[in-house]
T-cell receptor
Framework: DAGVIQSPRHEVTEMGQEVTLRCKPI?????LFWYRQTMMRGLELLIY????????DSGMPEDRFSAKMPNASFSTLKIQPSEPRDSAVYFC??????????????FGQGTRLTVV | AQSVAQPEDQVNVAEGNPLTVKCTYS??????LFWYVQYPNRGLQFLLK??????LVKGSYGFEAEFNKSQTSFHLKKPSALVSDSALYFC????????????FGSGTKLNVKP
């Protein structure tokens, strides 16, 4: 497996524009997580899914943020409209709990978002 | 409430010396504990985990960690540090009785000096 794949790797956009980040989890994994990392706040969990269903979105900063998982192999995180304070590195991670042995999360390489 | 604490923002060690990065946790059920490493401009990479069994677990790149239930700790160790070990290290916990999200610590920056 190629691991968790995120696109794009880098995104520069103007304030007010819509931004969509994409994630392909590892095949067979039933949990998907979206994190945001900044110097000031460290690693923050935004939302996570189990079997494509959003379980906890309490970390989503505000209504400008939305996430979907239409199927087991794809998820998106959308910011509309984007603001400069959204600038951060966004990570997607996936994991599985089948057999209770393969429980660690595997992270993608991240998307570095810059909003100017 | 579930949480992870990494009390040191930064750890400095000389190359060849042993290193320890500290982590304590709080979880309702059985703790599933993890260590990750992050190099600059990269994602988090899994190093090792404790699920059950031997309290000393070995992982990638010569790292190991010791689970201490009474002290609710899971410190990361390496007998002899390398300059290439310099990176950001994250401890995480997951409730083994109620699989949901991972709780990550704030990270510890390890600096290994030649």
């Amino acid at each position: 497996d190629a691991g968790v794949i995120q696109s794009p790797r880098h995104e520069v956009t103007e304030m007010g524009q819509e931004v969509t980040l994409r994630c392909k989890p590892i095949s067979g994994h039933d949990y998907l997580f979206w994190y945001r990392q900044t110097m000031m706040r460290g690693l923050e969990l935004l939302i996570y899914f189990n079997n494509n269903v959003p379980i906890d979105d309490s970390g989503m900063p505000e209504d400008r943020f939305s996430a979907k998982m239409p199927n087991a192999s794809f998820s998106t995180l959308k910011i509309q409209p984007s603001e400069p304070r959204d600038s951060a590195v966004y990570f997607c991670a996936s994991s599985s709990v089948q057999g209770r042995s393969n429980t660690e999360a595997f992270f993608g390489q991240g998307t570095r978002l810059t909003v100017v | 409430a579930q949480s992870v604490a990494q009390p040191e923002d930064q750890v400095n060690v000389a190359e060849g010396n042993p290193l320890t990065v500290k982590c304590t946790y709080s979880v309702s059920g059985n703790p599933y504990l993890f260590w990750y490493v992050q190099y600059p401009n990269r994602g988090l990479q899994f190093l090792l985990k404790y699920i059950t069994g031997d309290n000393l677990v070995k992982g990638s790149y010569g790292f190991e960690a010791e689970f201490n239930k009474s002290q609710t700790s899971f410190h990361l160790k390496k007998p002899s540090a390398l300059v290439s070990d310099s990176a950001l290290y994250f401890c995480a916990v997951r409730d083994g009785g109620n699989f949901n999200k991972f709780y990550f610590g704030s990270g510890t920056k390890l600096n290994v000096k030649p």
